[in-house]
């Protein structure tokens, strides 16, 4: 098994940082300076983090929806929703669960949970229209429109739309990485309503064990203490997900519950 990418107390947003990595990959300098130029433009001209993100989604997804999602190929794409699916049906998910899943994309595990869960059953949602033009594209490419999953736009991460004690299950992958606090704090401060007692909402995020810091606005590394620090303030239980680790992604997951 690939051994998964530890933590480090590194912090890429440094000078220091970004100058060894530049002499070491003297092929990448180009694509950062030309994601930088358009990540300078995109926030003069957004209004909040949200109308930043989803134009970087725009302009990614324009160029490739696997990889506006962060996978590198086709390839990858599919053994990674596989990776999360398989993880979540080990970890108490049921057909019978109602889903929702927090930035769905174009549906990279989403198409698998949409096969498994009872018909109409699963729920998606995300800030960008591209990437969701993109996973009507997948759901009919994995012929499931019977199955009736739910497909929505949104703004932020309040889900005042959404119904509530109605989700057993959330989920949200490569989405808080993303994400500065005062989202992520929006989102375990609205989750618990949509919730079910007992239900749990399970979610991954970049980790650090130096100072919490973020590149461009687009990648944020958090201490585990603070995410599970906000999540308890929020009346949470929350649990590290240590096996989780063990898998081949970079990333860290985080279940917080709603106590029962």
Request: charged share 25%; glycine share 6%.
């Amino acid at each position: 098994m690939t051994e998964p990418v530890p933590p480090t107390r590194r912090n890429r947003a440094s000078l220091s940082y970004k100058l060894r990595y530049a002499a070491k990959n003297p092929d990448k300098i180009k694509p950062y300076l030309a994601r930088t130029a358009r990540d300078l433009k995109l926030r003069v001209t957004s209004r909040d983090h949200v109308a930043y993100y989803r134009a970087v989604m725009r302009s990614d997804a324009a160029k490739s929806p696997e990889a506006a999602v962060g996978s590198r190929s086709r390839e990858r794409w599919l053994k990674l929703g596989q990776m999360q699916f398989d993880y979540l049906l080990k970890h108490g998910l049921k057909p019978d669960d109602r889903m929702l899943e927090i930035g769905c994309g174009n549906l990279r595990a989403g198409w698998r949970f949409i096969d498994y869960l009872d018909t109409g059953n699963y729920y998606g949602i995300d800030i960008s229209p591209d990437i969701l033009l993109a996973a009507q594209d997948t759901l009919v490419r994995q012929d499931l429109a019977d199955k009736l999953p739910h497909l929505t736009l949104v703004n932020d991460l309040t889900l005042r739309f959404l119904p509530s004690d109605h989700f057993s299950v959330v989920h949200a992958h490569s989405v808080f990485s993303h994400s500065p606090l005062s989202v992520i704090d929006e989102c375990l401060a609205n989750v618990g309503r949509v919730l079910v007692p007992g239900g749990f909402f399970d979610f991954t995020f970049d980790r650090t064990e130096g100072a919490e810091h973020h590149v461009l606005r687009e990648d944020f590394y958090y201490r585990t203490e603070t995410l599970t620090s906000l999540a308890e303030k929020h009346g949470f239980t929350a649990r590290f997900m240590d096996d989780w680790e063990q898998l081949p992604h970079g990333q860290s997951k985080i279940r917080v519950t709603n106590p029962a």
